[in-house]
């Protein structure tokens, strides 16, 4: 992973998501959407088309769409 990217959140809830295209990774706090598209498109060769994220209990959490088609294999 990068400096960004801390890990692919693996939870039977992001198992969903990504079944629909959004992945969610745990980010650093002080990233912006912008910098946590550049990343997962650098990281896994894939196109974000949104990116949501999340501050809760002192943790972000990045929510993101690919362009339809798209999709990141997480072991």
Same mark, same amino acid.
């Given at each position: 992973? &990068?400096?960004? %990217?801390?890990?692919?959140?693996? !939870?039977?809830?992001?198992? %969903?998501?990504?079944?629909?295209?959004?992945?969610?990774? &745990?980010?650093?706090?002080? !990233?912006?959407?912008?910098? @946590?598209?550049?990343?997962?498109?650098?990281?896994? #060769?894939? !196109?974000?088309?949104?990116?949501?994220?999340? !501050?809760?209990?002192? &943790?972000?959490?990045?929510?993101?769409? %690919?362009? #339809?088609?798209?999709? @990141?294999? @997480? @072991?």
């Amino acid at each position: 992973m &990068n400096k960004i %990217l801390r890990k692919p959140r693996v !939870t039977e809830k992001a198992a %969903l998501a990504a079944e629909k295209g959004v992945y969610v990774f &745990n980010v650093e706090k002080d !990233t912006n959407k912008i910098s @946590i598209a550049g990343a997962v498109k650098k990281e896994y #060769k894939v !196109t974000p088309v949104k990116v949501r994220t999340v !501050t809760s209990g002192g &943790n972000k959490k990045a929510y993101v769409w %690919l362009k #339809k088609g798209e999709k @990141i294999e @997480i @072991i």
